[in-house]
T-cell receptor, first 115, second 111 residues
Framework: AQSVTQPDIHITVSEGASLELRCNYS??????LFWYVQSPGQGLQLLLK??????LVQGIKGFEAEFKRSQSSFNLRKPSVHWSDAAEYFC?????????????FGAGTRLAVHP | DAGVTQSPTHLIKTRGQHVTLRCSPISGHKSVSWYQQVLGQGPQFIFQ???????GRGNFPDRFSARQFPNYSSELNVNALLLGDSALYLC??????????FGPGTRLTVT
């Protein structure tokens, strides 16, 4: 079955430190992968996406992610975290079956940033 | 450009009641999807509509229904509300396959 696992429920980093959020997926075909960010009480904002090609993708707000097929991973990274990055981050895989597409989300990783 | 809009922002209902949530997609987007996000979890797919037709449905009971109008806006209806229906309901619109843009959501509380 298609699924997304985010192993870390909660991560705390200091402002200015580097960040890596882990994501592992289970999908039979070539996956379409996404990272979304959700601030408290808000909807989801698309940070970046991977469809094909270069396995290192750049997104908004200085984030990047690397697709590693051999590890079924799509980890999100940022070299220097800002206090405003505190939010919940969701990894998702696009699933196409039965003539429609949907996103399958992980449970999310909540990021706290210490000053 | 206006993003996806949803109304109302918050809603409080009593068990057994009915609720209607509304969504307007980004201009030019013909596909609308609905997701339910229970506190502490990732969003779960409920429906997808394209060109006013239901294209897909997630694992939700028949109490959940939706429709899409000629202007591509959409309504999500939930009948006979249960406490477990309390959640953030997210609407997403898309132009290209898979790339979905989300609205701010409607927070439904069932008491």
């Amino acid at each position: 079955a298609q699924s997304v696992t985010q192993p870390d429920i909660h991560i705390t980093v200091s402002e200015g430190a580097s960040l890596e959020l882990r994501c592992n997926y289970s999908y039979g075909a070539t996956p379409y992968l996404f990272w979304y960010v959700q601030s408290p009480g808000q909807g989801l904002q698309l940070l970046l996406k991977y469809f094909s090609g270069d396995t290192l993708v750049q997104g908004i707000k200085g984030f990047e992610a690397e697709f590693k097929r051999s590890q079924s991973s799509f980890n999100l990274r940022k070299p220097s975290v800002h206090w405003s990055d505190a939010a919940e981050y969701f990894c998702a895989v696009g699933s196409f079956s039965g003539g429609y597409n949907k996103l399958i989300f992980g449970a999310g990783t909540r990021l706290a940033v210490h000053p | 450009d206006a993003g996806v809009t949803q109304s109302p922002t918050h809603l409080i209902k009593t068990r057994g009641q009915h609720v209607t949530l509304r969504c307007s997609p980004i201009s030019g987007h013909k596909s609308v999807s609905w997701y339910q996000q229970v506190l502490g979890q990732g969003p779960q797919f409920i429906f997808q509509y394209y060109e006013k037709e239901e294209r897909g449905r997630g694992n939700f009971p028949d109490r959940f229904s939706a429709r899409q109008f000629p202007n591509y806006s959409s309504e999500l209806n939930v009948n006979a509300l249960l406490l477990g229906d309390s959640a953030l309901y997210l609407c997403a619109s898309s132009l290209a396959q898979y790339e979905q843009y989300f609205g701010p959501g409607t927070r439904l509380t069932v008491t």
